[in-house]
């Protein structure tokens, strides 16, 4: 079964990211019910009072809530110049007018590959999710979609792909997070918070080495707690502050260095693809926004190489920072 499905036609594309809700709704009840009935069968004290309808009311409801929302709709109505939802496909949202909408784009995050509409007052925040979530780009379903779907809405959206505004590329003379260093464009760093955390892992480590009683090798607890862990948290905080990323216009390379730059790893401008905005989540709760640069392999053309070049805590920087990587590698970065 297809994750999304759609309609499309001259005025209006209907698209129905959890129809998929539906059929789970009526397996969940169909389970649930012959779960419930079982129960009440085989325990007399659930079939005193209002026990056993209350649970039967209950499994329904939620069986037909569930298949309510599947019916939800996403709609670009050509006629109001709009985008809005329905949810169950019968309550309207108020929507986004399309002179507001920035780009309509997959995004990777926690939970697989989502293709969501971002408004030019946040261009790289949650968005407004269009689809199902996807495994990744091997999913037939997610290509799919991006062919057959995604056009049709840039055109209605954005007009024909030949009468769309151009943007030109203009140098910028005035980098927030890039600084020349002997003709290079070296990424300026987060040193504070990674020097914090490397202190309060070596106190931590020093502590529960030094102080009698705070460790017990024979308790593997303590030992990951007290030993490992800040040991690990070091190793990470020091690569993080010995690694640096900077290009080399003359020379058209992108050069990663690593351990002070006893290792290093170079790539050609002509081996970027593009950068992959991560929106990062733990426990469903939003943890950062990292961007990563997808590189061709230097042997497998293949194949593609992903590097985590920044994280935000936000998303309003995340623009200014495409802007001037984009600027460096000699083209525009999208709007």
Same mark, same amino acid.
């Given at each position: ?17 959890? $129809? ?20 009440? +069968?085989?325990? %007399? ?10 649970? *039967?009311?209950?499994?329904? =409801? ?33 929507? #986004? ?17 989502? =293709?969501?509409? =971002? ?31 995604? %056009? ?5 959206? =954005?007009?024909?792909?030949?009468? $769309? ?7 910028? &003379?005035d980098f927030t997070f890039y600084e020349e260093k002997n003709n290079l464009f070296v990424m300026k760093q987060k040193r504070i918070t990674l020097v914090a955390f490397l202190l309060l892992s070596l106190v931590w480590c020093y502590y529960a080495v030094k102080k009698e009683g705070t460790i017990s090798f024979d308790n593997a607890f303590q030992y990951w707690a007290f030993l490992l862990l %800040? ?7 020091? +690569? ?18 690593? #351990? ?25 709760? *939003? &943890? ?48």
């Amino acid at each position: 079964m297809k994750k999304t499905t759609w309609q499309i036609a001259a005025d209006r594309i209907l698209l129905y990211p959890v $129809r998929v809700y539906k059929p789970l709704a009526i397996g969940m009840a169909v389970l649930f019910l012959a779960l419930w009935y079982f129960m009440v +069968m085989t325990a %007399p004290e659930l079939q005193h009072g209002t026990t056993a309808i209350k649970g *039967y009311i209950f499994i329904a =409801f939620a069986s037909a809530l569930l298949y309510f929302m599947g019916g939800t709709t996403v709609v670009f109505d050509n006629t109001k110049k709009r985008m809005y939802k329905m949810i169950g496909g019968i309550i309207a949202t108020g929507g #986004i007018p399309f002179d507001e909408i920035a780009a309509i784009q997959d995004v990777l995050g926690t939970h697989g590959l989502v =293709f969501r509409a =971002f408004k030019k007052s946040d261009r790289h925040g949650k968005g407004i999710t269009i689809s199902s979530y996807y495994g990744s780009w091997k999913s037939k379903d997610a290509n799919q979609f991006n062919e057959e779907v995604l %056009p049709k809405v840039g055109e209605m959206i =954005f007009g024909k792909t030949e009468e $769309r505004i151009v943007n030109t590329y203009v140098p910028i &003379s005035d980098f927030t997070f890039y600084e020349e260093k002997n003709n290079l464009f070296v990424m300026k760093q987060k040193r504070i918070t990674l020097v914090a955390f490397l202190l309060l892992s070596l106190v931590w480590c020093y502590y529960a080495v030094k102080k009698e009683g705070t460790i017990s090798f024979d308790n593997a607890f303590q030992y990951w707690a007290f030993l490992l862990l %800040p040991f690990i948290l070091t190793l990470a905080c020091l +690569m993080g502050l010995l690694t640096n990323y900077a290009f080399d216009k003359h020379n058209k390379k992108i050069i990663r260095s690593y #351990i002070g730059g006893l290792y290093k790893k170079e790539s050609n401008y002509d081996d970027f693809v593009r950068f992959t905005i991560i929106r990062k989540t733990t426990n469903f709760i *939003y &943890s950062g926004t990292e961007v990563r640069m997808e590189l061709r392999h230097p042997t497998q053309k293949d194949k593609l190489m992903y590097v985590t070049m920044r994280r935000f805590s936000g998303t309003g920087k995340i623009q200014r920072f495409l802007e001037e990587t984009h600027n460096i590698l000699g083209n525009v970065a999208p709007q």
